[in-house]
């Protein structure tokens, strides 16, 4: 069976791609694994300088996969969920996004920790965790309002609604908007310029313009996590995600 995460690398940038897509790259416990692993690698690996997170043309992510939801009351601070949190919070290098097609639930909150966003025109964000009985996660409850608004957030994280490529650049949410058969060619070539640059001064950079928020970052994501856990052992997402991955059955 192919791996779920592709890990390949040339001149210093180092692409992760999701390769679940019978299941659109729904992110299960043996993925996050993955990705912390390979994010751990990467941090340490001097020849990595930045490291691009991608789908394919008609896929990002549909989020968490619903059934590990079903099975998990609890998310405590060694799930590997959290661990990939905590860890694609702290990467040290810089990352970039290239989103085609759905990106939703940690699809669209981990955008908000990337460091440059690309999007197809293609691109739906959608965070439905209000949807399924559950909360906001991955600090997105304290960068989101900070980076569109409480008031843009709210229809987000609140109503569900689902945001096209247009709009999120409109709101700052990506850097630029291309056709589907564009955006892989985009953010490599993008990846390969950053990657040629001074690594030190890359990273410095980085780190210094994450600064502000860096310890509050964690602080939330955990927050969030026990909310989230509660959540989880509700009636509410119990049974709505139930009824989701009933009618997908
Ligand atoms: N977890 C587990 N499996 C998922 C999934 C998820 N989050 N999202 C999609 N899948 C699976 C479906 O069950 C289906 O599997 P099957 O072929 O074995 O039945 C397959 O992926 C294709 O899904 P489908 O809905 O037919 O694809 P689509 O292209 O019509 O729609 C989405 C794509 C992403 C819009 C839709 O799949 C969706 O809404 N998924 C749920 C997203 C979600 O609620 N995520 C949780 C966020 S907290």
């Known amino acids: 069976m192919a791996p779920t995460i592709l890990v390949e690398q040339q001149d210093g ?28 690698q990467a941090s340490q690996d001097e020849s990595v300088h930045v490291v691009l997170l991608q789908g394919q043309a008609t896929c990002f992510t549909a989020g968490n996969d619903l059934a590990d939801f079903m099975g998990k009351t609890t998310l405590e601070a060694d799930d ?54 559950l909360v906001p996660e991955f600090a997105s409850s304290l960068l989101l309002p900070r980076a569109i608004g409480h008031l843009k957030a709210s229809e987000l994280l609140l109503l569900a609604e689902v945001m096209d490529a247009s709009e999120a650049l409109r709101l700052g949410l990506a850097n630029r908007v291309v056709a589907a058969d564009e955006l892989l060619g985009l953010a490599r070539e993008t990846g390969l310029r950053l990657a040629a640059k001074p690594p030190k001064a890359l990273q410095k950079s980085k780190a210094l313009l994450k600064q502000e928020l860096r310890q509050a970052v964690h602080f939330v994501i955990d927050m969030e996590a026990r909310a989230f856990s509660q959540a989880l052992q509700g009636e509410e997402a119990q049974s709505r995600i139930a009824r989701k991955l009933g009618r997908r059955d």
């Open 13 to 40: 940038l180092l692409t992760l791609t999701l390769n679940r897509p019978d299941k659109r790259n729904a992110l299960d416990t043996g993925m996050y694994q993955a990705l912390t692993a390979a994010l751990q």
């Open 80 to 133: 590997p969920i959290l661990q990939f949190l905590h860890a694609f919070a702290d990467f040290p290098k810089p990352v970039i996004a290239a989103v085609a097609g759905p990106a939703v639930g940690i699809g669209t909150t981990l955008l908000l920790h990337c460091d440059l966003v690309y999007l197809a025109d293609n691109a739906r964000l959608q965070l439905p965790f209000v949807e399924l009985g």
